[in-house]
């Protein structure tokens, strides 16, 4: 999953087709890549992380996004074991990497990978009856109006791409995970930012990607939401528990 994510990101931010008969091939001599030469992180780790045929470097990118849908897949299967959860669990971390990913490479979160999880999310819920999709309805409200709130307090501080994510992301973890993903999110952001400026590797008024932070809280999220929620004395919802 990893290796086909990098693969969508990196051909839709490229304007090229992810689907088809397309084949892999290498970003500097072109050379199309056989099916040893694609083994998610063996191949890399094998190839010393360049080219079999130029000996060019292999972008970290490709190794990196592997390891971290292993990640989310190992973490989603042992929280959520063999259940109607689990499955919506990996969907949902591994739409919100893909998100992070053109995020990252682009600086765009596109509107069908953000509404697309909102989508797969919104019918799993028919489900759960009436009451987990007002849940997530709800969820939407709360991760994409908050969202759009401060782009409009901020004068576009934020871009129309995070409030379409986490609209997304609501309609796929209901309202009370939502809360926790959105927490998290700006947590790990405001970590992040205050270390760079600290460090001088960035100044207060740079920009810098939000969907990344706002993909990682929605994993943690995924993790220790419920756990958050029950802390508060409230329930998850339905998948949730």
Do not use: H
Request: with cysteine; aromatic share 12%; net charge positive.
């Amino acid at each position: 999953m990893g290796s086909f994510l990098n693969v969508v990101a990196s051909r839709t931010v490229d304007g090229r087709p992810w689907w088809g008969t397309q084949r892999s091939s290498c970003d500097s001599c072109g050379k199309t890549l056989g099916a040893l030469e694609l083994i998610p992180l063996l191949s890399w780790l094998l190839q010393r992380g360049r080219c079999r045929s130029c000996g060019a470097r292999i972008p970290a990118r490709y190794p990196l996004a592997e390891a971290a849908s292993a990640v989310i897949g190992v973490s989603m299967s042992l929280r959520w074991g063999v259940s109607p959860a689990a499955l919506l669990a990996l969907v949902t971390g591994y739409f919100l990497l893909l998100n992070a990913l053109t995020d990252i490479y682009s600086g765009y979160v596109y509107d069908l990978f953000a509404w697309g999880l909102g989508v797969v999310g919104l019918a799993f819920r028919l489900f759960g009856g009436a009451g987990a999709v007002f849940d997530g309805l709800l969820g939407m409200l709360l991760g994409g109006g908050l969202i759009v709130f401060i782009i409009f307090a901020s004068r576009g501080g934020m871009g129309w791409g995070d409030a379409s994510l986490m609209a997304g992301v609501g309609l796929s973890l209901g309202w009370k995970l939502t809360a926790a993903a959105l927490y998290a999110g700006f947590m790990f952001g405001g970590v992040v930012a205050v270390a760079m400026v600290l460090t001088k590797k960035a100044k207060r008024k740079d920009s810098m990607p939000l969907g990344p932070f706002l993909a990682l809280g929605g994993i943690t999220a995924l993790l220790y939401g419920p756990a958050a929620a029950a802390f508060f004395g409230l329930t998850p919802g339905w998948p949730w528990g």
